[in-house]
């Protein structure tokens, strides 16, 4: 299992309930794909430095994860699928070292 760094941003016209709503649903992923959710840090929301698709401003949220590469997979094809998440990434936090 490899340490894992996903950063989200969130369309900003979101209330927090789905905000809410999209952080267990990010952390049920990665935890029904083999992997634990080690920690989830809320930035709340920030100012773009560019738009993107005519959003000005994001909610972002930083989890900290261990999985394989099935669950970085599945949980890429999620967020990618979902129309509130802006942009993503994922990192191997392994890697850096």
Same mark, same amino acid.
């Given at each position: 299992m490899?340490?894992? #760094?996903?950063?989200?941003?969130?369309?900003?016209?979101? =209330?927090?309930?789905?905000?809410?709503?999209? @952080? !267990?649903?990010?952390?049920?992923?990665?935890?029904?794909?083999?992997g634990?959710? $080690? #920690?989830?840090? %809320?930035?709340?929301? @920030?100012? *773009?430095?560019?738009?993107?698709? =005519?959003? @000005?401003?994001?909610?972002?949220?930083?989890?900290?994860?261990?999985?394989?590469?099935?669950?970085?997979? #599945? *949980? !890429?094809?999620? *967020?990618? *699928?979902?129309?509130?998440?802006?942009? %993503?990434? $994922?990192?191997?936090?392994? =890697?850096?070292?």
């Open positions: 490899h340490k894992y #760094e996903l950063m989200y941003i969130l369309r900003s016209d979101l =209330d927090e309930e789905k905000v809410n709503a999209h @952080r !267990e649903k990010f952390r049920e992923i990665i935890a029904d794909n083999s634990e959710s $080690v #920690e989830m840090e %809320h930035f709340g929301k @920030r100012r *773009l430095a560019y738009m993107i698709n =005519d959003h @000005r401003d994001g909610i972002y949220t930083v989890a900290t994860f261990t999985g394989n590469v099935d669950t970085v997979n #599945e *949980l !890429e094809r999620q *967020l990618k *699928l979902d129309d509130d998440v802006i942009r %993503h990434m $994922v990192i191997n936090i392994d =890697d850096k070292k």
